[in-house]
């Protein structure tokens, strides 16, 4: 009976992503708004690390009525392959950066595009290999930019090498850090590339998966299917980098675009 009270299905977040306050987002977008003062979208990007796991996830399916267990026979492991994605406000995606989890690295698991491609021991990035995403990604296609280069991004320290800082200088790199526990309503990247992008993936996984009965992702595969994924991202990639972007509030600058959601407002 209250007009003012409607029941929404809610999102659960860990305690530590709930207690940002908004003095927290007021500093940060204080040094927002002097970093990227004159600075064009072109030259203002987004970094973030996410991975592309075996499992195609469920789907629904025709069953007969009265089937008591709704299942499909689809094998998948529990292996995820990392990605570095970045982007520009202007909507333009940088060649991506995948590190398998291998001992070596073979020239069968690398065959794409632009796509660079290296190995860790974990299967996850680390300092060695955030310095070359740095170097030969970032730098490589931003290097002729005129002006100030803004990469915004978490607060790892693995990030923030003494050779990066040095390499930052030189080429007028401004690095913005996220504040802690936001990058759900605070990254462009979080906030409206990853979701589209990974149920895209599922798909194009679990379309291979039917046609050739693969109980896994063999590596000397994920080039090809990446390809294909990528090729489904550019339909509406740019588009949605535009979004996210504006969601966070960090290009057209509106610091109430993340002040909204804070808890306790309702407007």
């Keep these: 009976r209250n007009r003012e009270i409607s029941v929404r299905k809610s999102q659960n977040i860990?305690?530590?992503?709930?207690?940002?306050t908004r003095e927290v987002f007021i500093a940060y977008f204080d040094n927002l708004e002097q970093c990227l003062d004159?600075?064009?979208?072109?030259?203002?990007?987004?970094?973030d690390e996410t991975n592309l796991s075996d499992d195609p996830g469920s789907a629904k399916c025709f069953f007969k009525m009265g089937v008591k267990y709704s299942e499909r026979l689809l094998s998948h492991s529990k292996s995820n392959i990392s990605l570095m994605f970045c982007g520009s406000a202007?909507?333009?995606l940088l060649p991506l950066y995948v590190v398998y989890k291998a001992e070596n690295l073979w020239t069968t698991w690398t065959e794409g595009d632009k796509t660079r491609y290296n190995r860790t021991t974990h299967g996850w990035f680390d300092s060695a290999t955030f310095f070359d995403w740095f170097t030969s990604v970032f730098l490589y296609f931003t290097r002729h930019q005129e002006g100030v280069?803004?990469?915004?991004?978490?607060?790892?320290?693995s990030h923030f090498s003494g050779e990066i800082i040095r390499?930052?200088?030189?080429?007028?790199?401004?690095?913005?850090?996220?504040p802690p526990n936001t990058t759900h309503i605070a990254q462009p990247l979080d906030v409206a590339v990853f979701a589209p992008l990974k149920?895209?993936?599922?798909?194009?996984?679990?379309?291979y998966k039917l046609a050739t009965g693969s109980t896994g992702l063999p590596k000397e595969m994920f080039p090809k299917l990446l390809k294909k994924l990528m090729l489904k991202f550019a339909e509406t990639g740019e588009q949605n980098?535009?979004?996210g972007f504006r969601a966070t509030g960090i290009y057209p600058l509106d610091r109430n675009q993340i002040l909204k959601k804070l808890p306790g407002s309702y407007d």
């Design 199 to 207: 149920k895209q993936w599922r798909a194009i996984l679990s379309d």
């Design 14 to 20: 860990n305690p530590n992503r709930a207690s940002s």
């Design 90 to 92: 202007s909507g333009v």
């Design 167 to 178: 390499l930052s200088v030189e080429n007028n790199i401004r690095f913005i850090c996220l």
């Design 38 to 47: 004159g600075v064009s979208p072109d030259c203002i990007y987004n970094f």
């Design 241 to 243: 980098l535009q979004s």
């Design 149 to 157: 280069t803004v990469l915004i991004g978490d607060n790892l320290a």
